[in-house]
């Protein structure tokens, strides 16, 4: 068994696979300061045999990955624009580009087996390109619906003690309302604009697929989106082990 972590800027996800079958998935609050204990500990009482990370907060890389050498005695693969052997990049610096949209774009091509738009709705919302054949043609990054929430309540002086809901209806009548209302669907329309963009600049046919915690609501309120994977993050990481080990000596 095959253990895979996703550390974002707020939850951690952990996959068990056997094989390419996901058999168990769950979720730690990265916040809890018995995270990376308690990840080990789940890995140890599994059994896992390797285990792969993607990150984007490296203090909480760092922490996951002694602990688990520490309690399992593994060496977490960790994915970057290295370890993911057979992907093609376009961005300048791909050493700056964020593991989890790297896993995305790699996980989506092999998928699916087309060309692909990966959005990620988590703290940021990413859309990414994948190409066939295996390349990762770049992207967008935006605030996610509670970075832009919080920006609101944080830098407009009446705007404050306001607490983030989704709002029921398009058209608010109330400050609050109006707030919730602009922040979710105008995040909603971003996403759907955006992919609309991207397909005629790309002018080649692929699937666009929503991941992350707010994937599946996007999913449903969006056209755009062919369908909602919440695994694919993991499926990618899951990929670059499966490479790192098919290419080790």
Known sequence: MVGVIDIGNH?????LYQGKRLCSSCIYPGSDPRCAERIADKLRAKSVTGCAVASVVPHMARSIKARIRAMTGLN???VTHRTASGLRFTYQKPATLGADRIANVLGGLARYDQ????????????IDIGLKP????????MPGMHIMFNALTANAVQL???????PRRLIGNSTESCMRSGVY???LHAIEGMVSAFRREIE?????????GWGRIVTRCCSSID????????????LVYMNHVRNSP
């Open 115 to 126: 060309n692909v738009i990966a959005i990620d709705c988590g703290t940021a919302i990413t």
């Open 185 to 187: 669907f105008g995040a």
């Open 204 to 212: 080649k046919p692929c699937v666009c697929v929503a991941t992350g």
């Open 160 to 166: 404050k003690n306001i607490r983030y809901q989704r």
């Open 76 to 78: 977490p693969v960790m």
């Open 134 to 141: 295996d390349c990762h043609a770049g992207g967008v990054i």
């Open 227 to 238: 369908r909602y994977d919440g695994s694919l993050t993991l499926y990618g990481i899951l």
């Open 11 to 15: 939850n951690v996800h952990l996959g």
